[in-house]
């Protein structure tokens, strides 16, 4: 992975910044993969970036479709085999964005499923004491 870019001390007041800075970097069609702990901030991020405040976290319905964007969550998911299931690559057509949470330990079968049309991103999210977020974003090769 190639670290593109990092945001220290993000505030959830600065994720609007972020998401446009983020859009200036990366290329669509992509798929961001969010990583961090539970709490780390990866739905809360979503919702800023599909300017949805209300968006439903796909938790349970493990696919949402907002506008141009695809958010998974991957979190149930217990065998890369289950991914098959999801048809993934219906909701991708015509989409320029496809958010996954907790997506890293099925990088090389989403990679098989998306195809080579899209661009992957790894969005790494660290939250410190004071409850500020570290945001690292790298492009996955």
Not at 76 to 89: A, D, G, M, N, T
Request: net charge negative; with cysteine; glycine share 4%.
């Amino acid at each position: 992975m190639n670290l593109i870019r990092t945001w220290k001390k993000v505030l959830e007041s600065d994720l609007a910044n972020v998401v446009t800075e983020l859009k200036e970097v990366i290329q669509p069609p992509c798929v961001i993969i969010l990583d961090g702990v539970v709490g780390a901030g990866k739905t809360t991020f979503t919702r800023h970036f599909t300017e949805q405040a209300s968006a439903p976290s796909p938790t349970y319905s493990l696919i949402n479709e907002i506008d141009n964007i695809v958010h998974a969550d991957l979190y149930r998911i217990e065998k890369k085999e289950e991914l098959i299931h999801l048809e993934i690559p219906m909701y991708l057509e015509e989409k320029d964005y496809f958010l996954i949470e907790w997506g890293m330990p099925y990088l090389i079968e989403l990679q098989r499923i998306v195809g080579d049309e899209f661009k992957f991103y790894h969005l790494k999210i660290e939250i410190n004491e004071q409850k500020s977020r570290h945001f690292f974003l790298s492009k996955i090769s």
